[in-house]
């Protein structure tokens, strides 16, 4: 029954007996995680090794945010704002008995393993209060998402204090890279994980965006205007020459010779993580504008996104350009909707949805890391994508079902209808709103 409820929020109508499987089966996984421990309005929380009272709002941990704030999260806000609140004051609660202040990025039931990189925490609190999420204290989260960026160190894999790659970052505005071969001496380094210099100042840089939104909510224009301004730090490790962003040294000189698939170590680790340069060539979800200016102009971004297509390989299996296998990707195919071809957003979210989720055993093509792979097909099977979440904007993509109904909260049903849809007929005429 409990089950039945919660998939009953989104019902479909249309499309193939496979597409009804792995939308319901996707559906069913992204409500997996996070895991409520609360028992009898009490949890036992790991960070002070106490039982406490929930007050009414529902404790929840096991929750990998570097993934799941990108479409996991902005699902929840659409088919259960309340519970969603809970997931936030969660987050709140762990701040508040973290040594620090600060918020989780990889929270488990046996405390935040700091896996991955940035401090996407942030982003989940932005995204909530800008979509009007709001039972929660603003100024309370603001606090402990500025200590995220600025009381630990940004290295990642890593829970060690501020250090000197920290300091550089607040000062130079990216996180400079080591050549290779070259012998690490930062302390607060994970051996294994290395810098991932470009994908932490990127990802560093979204964050501090999230952190402008939060700060401007709260009245406070100076600091809106300082975390603003560092959010635009990806510029620091653009290439012009070759239109990718590319890894400096502390001098500022762009490490050479340089192969934009293969350099980095294993998984790209030197320098991005777990995805290569092409992967992160478009990771400024904040700005997509800026970037289009960067990168040469409307024609010349349109004809690299094709190039990148191009190339994969029709499973979607992990590989080097569209590499949906893995998260950091996720909202490339929607920003051909910024380039003024709709149609090929349609193309690929659809092509993608077909081609990489499976009704087998083996139906996910990389790890569903609690929810996000799945959310993604969700989403984008019902139409709608949100790129840069902290920012109200969804991208509108081609519906695989003829008609989709999504329970909002509070008795109310946003009903999206595609008229005609086929497997062949996949394209959007037109589109209107009520």
Known sequence: RIWNEELGKIRISGGTENDRH?????????????????EDGRYFSVYDNKVHDDDGHAYYTDDWVWDSYRAAHPLRILLDAPKHTDMIRSFLRMAETDGRHCLPNFPEITGDSRRMNCNHGVSVMADAWCKGVRDFDLREAYAYAKNSVERKTLAPW???APGWLDSFYMEKGYIPALYPGEKETVPEVNSWEKRQAVAVTLGTSYDQWCLSRMAAALGLEHEAEHYLDCSYNYRNLFNPQTSFFHPKDKEGKFIEPFDYRFSGGMGARDYYGENNAWVYRWDVQHNAGDLVELM??????????????DKTPTDFLWNAYYNHANEPVHHVPFLYNHLGQPWKTQKWSRFICDKAYKNKVEGLVGNEDVGQMSAWYVLAACGLYPVCPGDTRYEISSPVFEKTEIQVGEGNTFIIRANRNTPENTYIQSAKLN
């Open 158 to 160: 890593s829970s060690a």
């Open 22 to 38: 792995v939308f319901y089966t996707s559906l069913y996984r992204c409500l997996e995680r996070p895991v409520c421990v609360s």
């Open 296 to 309: 040469g102009g409307t024609e010349r971004v349109i004809a690299d996104l094709d190039t990148m297509f």
